[in-house]
């Protein structure tokens, strides 16, 4: 009955992202969805591409292991990222009417820039949509009781999704997005019913549980290294998930700049409150099923699969079962479509377009397409040949777009003296000293995603200021 369940389920999801497509006429109908969205549509695909397969399944088994200190990148990181987009980017940016985050970069810079930061954001995506990938091939595995490998559960998923992301593109991805996050919120809500009803002692046992074993705990010891860890794996996902051109397309698609600010405030704090709801369902495995989470826990163990486990347990009801999956699916399906269409757009705009300077906007939107396509087959290749966590997929991908663009972006939308050379200092500076790090001192005291956003900083300084002049002689 399950199965059977997500089969119709996942058929129904892709006809009507099918359906959306009716409304792309053109490729920014494509991209940003002709910025004619209203905000509860904008604060649902804000909401609904944030809380992905991590969410569900990698942030609940970094939870079991280390507690709130473990993930601070998210869900605490990420939430901040957003709420922070909406107070002091998403109008400045909307007022400018871009097609991508890359063309910012050009439009305050120049096309080098252009190209650099664009190709981090792109390359940042890799980790995050293979994050989603690999968990559509951990659920139709764990959902067909191995009937379905991993690997083609992974081919199924992908190739599914991306049928109606390829035809709709941001059309597509914010109406199932809408209807995708009604099904997680009653999702989560009705399944934390139904095991807080199972747990001995309810709700209130699993929390005083958790507290006692020091699962709340989420401040470093105070030593200069714990401490500088626990501020960049922070920093990571606040502020180099900004950049991003997922974040971007939600700012430019809402009908205003103030529906699209007030969305991504609304749509932070949504999703810091339910994240939290799948390391509750998880924890409560601890007391349901102490054998099973000590095994998912022992080294050789999937910590991942703990809460798929215990909601297939013979104790849940069919029913919390169906809402479960329904909520993981949807959960997934919204991250994997719109980190599919994101950098595929970008690379389609800021790397590939000025190599055609005179394309018909009809032949654009089908490079856009043949782009998005060739990225998900790539980007389902890297996640069938990584064995990294999907947690730590994530948290990854955003180190590359923190070293690499976000400085360049702040820093050109609040300091007036920020200038071309700063900019391209800024993100050299920063990759170089970032690689650098993580291939010769991954394991200093200072992160190596924290040197390279220090560094980042010193190339706009010194670019903008120490050859400020040269940069006049340039220009003139």
């Known amino acids: 009955m399950l199965l059977s369940f997500v089969i119709i389920y996942w058929i129904i999801s ?6 959306a497509a009716k409304w ?3 490729s920014r109908d494509f991209a940003v969805a002709g910025r004619r969205m209203p905000m509860y549509i904008v604060t649902a695909t804000v909401f609904a591409t944030w809380f992905g397969s991590e ?5 609940p088994a970094t939870f079991m292991k280390e507690g709130f200190s473990g993930i601070i990148a998210d869900p605490f990181g990420s939430s901040l990222c957003l709420i922070l987009v909406g107070l002091f980017f998403a109008r400045p940016l909307y007022r400018m009417n871009l097609l991508t985050i890359g063309d910012y970069y050009r439009k305050r810079y120049s096309r080098p820039v252009e190209m650099l930061t664009t190709l981090c954001i792109v390359i940042s995506y890799l980790g995050w949509v293979g994050a989603q990938i690999k968990a559509l091939g951990l659920v139709f595995f764990v959902v067909s009781g191995g009937s379905v490998t991993q690997e083609w559960g992974m081919i199924i998923g992908a190739s599914t999704v991306l049928v109606y992301t390829v035809l709709g593109g941001m059309f597509s991805v914010a109406i199932t997005d809408f209807i995708q996050m009604i099904i997680i ?3 989560m809500l009705y399944i934390a019913f139904a095991v807080s009803g199972i747990v001995p002692g309810g709700a209130e046992a699993v929390i005083t549980h958790a507290a006692n074993n020091d699962k709340f705990q989420i401040l470093p010891k105070p030593e200069l290294k714990e401490v500088l860890w626990f ?12 950049p991003q051109q997922d974040v971007f397309q939600r700012v430019q698609s809402a009908k205003s700049e103030d529906i699209a600010a007030r969305s991504a405030i609304v749509g932070g704090i949504m999703y810091f ?3 939290f709801i799948p390391m509750y369902l998880a924890y409560s495995a601890s007391l349901i099923d102490p054998a099973m989470v000590s095994g998912a826990l022992k080294e050789g163990g999937d910590a991942q699969l703990i809460l798929p486990n215990l909601i297939l347990s013979p104790i849940v009801p ?3 079962q169906i809402m479960f999956f329904g909520a993981l699916l949807s959960a997934i399906k919204s991250c994997a479509s719109a980190t599919l269409l994101a950098p595929s757009v970008s690379f389609s705009e800021n790397i590939l377009r000025p190599f055609f300077p005179n394309i018909p906007d009809h032949k654009f939107l089908q490079l856009m397409r043949v782009v998005l396509v060739g990225f998900t087959i790539l980007v389902t290749s890297f996640a069938m040949s990584t064995d990294a966590s999907i947690y730590k997929m994530v948290e990854n991908a955003y180190k590359v777009t923190l070293v690499g663009a976000f400085v360049p972006l702040v820093c050109g939308l609040y300091w007036k003296r920020a200038t071309n050379l700063g900019g391209m200092l800024a993100v050299l500076f920063g990759l170089v000293i970032w690689i650098g790090c993580e291939y010769y001192y991954k394991e200093a005291t200072v992160p190596p995603q924290m040197a390279g956003l220090i560094a980042s900083f010193a190339g706009m300084i010194i670019g903008s200021l120490a050859f ?3 940069q006049r002689e340039a220009t003139a």
């Open 55 to 59: 969410t569900v399944l990698g942030i």
């Open 185 to 187: 919120v009653l999702g």
């Open 273 to 275: 409150c339910f994240a």
């Open 318 to 320: 069919i029913f919390a």
């Open 231 to 242: 501020l960049a794996a922070w920093m990571t996902m606040m502020l180099g998930s900004i």
């Open 14 to 19: 892709v006809g009507i992202g099918i359906y």
């Open 468 to 470: 400020r002049s040269l």
């Open 24 to 26: 792309v006429h053109n």
